[in-house]
């Protein structure tokens, strides 16, 4: 069974999306590259709950009032994506994981510094479309 992560896009008024830029360690998976917040769903989590606990984890923010976005198959798991709408500084948003945060415009973000596969993510969510993989080995 493929393992699950669910990861989400938060959008502010400018259309601009948040990435985080990963730590600069060789250990890590993808280190200094940028990435979208969420993180791994543990044994009996559901992915609502997994992205809950990780956005309180790792930036101090309450998203259980997001949506699922999506989801999407990829050769190493299924990815759950997320999205709510956000207002704030990246700067002011607490980081408890990764070197800093940044809003992106769609013309600036860095596509080919992306960790994870998120450059089909976000090529797909800029251009309004949704992907629903075939999750059912996930649940059963």
């Known amino acids: ?18 990435l985080f830029l990963r730590d600069d360690k060789p250990e890590i998976p993808y280190p200094n590259l940028w990435d979208l917040p969420g993180g791994h769903v543990e044994a009996d989590e ?22 699922r976005h999506s989801v999407y198959g990829f050769d190493d798991r299924i990815e759950y994506l997320f999205f709510m709408e956000f207002e704030a500084e990246a700067d ?12 992106f415009a769609e013309a600036d973000i860095p596509w080919n510094r992306l960790a994870y596969g998120f ?19 996930l649940q059963g």
């Open 92 to 103: 002011e948003i607490p980081l408890h994981e990764g070197q800093c945060l940044r809003w």
């Open 46 to 67: 559901t992915p609502e709950a997994c992205i809950v606990r990780e956005m309180l984890e790792e930036i101090e923010t309450d998203v259980s009032a997001c949506r």
């Open 1 to 18: 069974m493929k393992r699950a992560g669910t990861s989400i896009i938060f959008k502010n008024h400018r259309n601009q999306i948040l």
């Open 119 to 137: 450059d089909l993510v976000l090529r797909d969510f800029f251009a309004g479309r949704q992907r629903w993989d075939d999750d059912r080995e």
